[in-house]
């Protein structure tokens, strides 16, 4: 387990530990980082789990290297039922996660940035069933917005 000093270190070495031009704030304050594995044909692995009783991802924050696809494995080691509401270039992907429970998912995610992913039933997202997919890299010239430097607070 890492400490919170750790945490803070590997977000900040990362590029994660502080407000950048496309989202409102820093990534999520609490649970664990892991990396995607990418395979020999480009596409990227990874298993998430909720653990019983925790009511968090984990990881709760999975870096990608670069945009494209992921395979993800989904498990459900908690006694309650939960879901999986999964962002994906052109359309969005939903697991049910019933007690006990594993789900596959193939996402495209082609752009840096922060995706998030939810469960969205009975009050999860509020109580911790949050996480972010985190894509690492530079947005191509053509699609970086032609528009002059904004004023930051």
């Known amino acids: 387990m890492t400490t919170m000093q750790e945490r803070s270190d590997l977000l900040d070495k990362i ?5 950048n031009k496309a989202a409102l704030g820093q990534v999520l304050g609490t649970g664990s980082i892991g990396y ?3 395979t020999s044909d480009g ?13 968090t991802w984990d990881p709760s924050i999975l870096v990608m290297p670069h945009g494209g696809d992921i395979e ?5 080691d908690d006694l309650n039922t939960h879901c999986a509401l999964l962002p994906s270039n052109g359309d ?8 006990h429970s594993r789900g596959r998912a193939t996402l495209n995610l082609d752009g840096p940035g922060y995706y ?11 109580r911790g069933l949050t996480g972010a997919i985190v894509v690492l890299g530079e947005a191509p010239p ?3 917005l032609d528009r002059p430097e904004q ?3």
């Open 36 to 38: 995607a594995a990418e």
């Open 92 to 99: 969005r992907k939903f697991i049910w996660l019933v007690n």
């Open 72 to 76: 993800l494995e989904l498990v459900n």
């Open 15 to 19: 590029g994660l530990a502080e407000q």
């Open 151 to 153: 004023p930051r607070p």
């Open 142 to 144: 053509e699609a970086r």
């Open 116 to 126: 998030w992913y939810c469960s969205p039933t009975g009050n999860d997202e509020g």
């Open 43 to 55: 596409t990227m692995r990874a298993t998430i789990r909720i653990h019983p009783d925790e009511l």
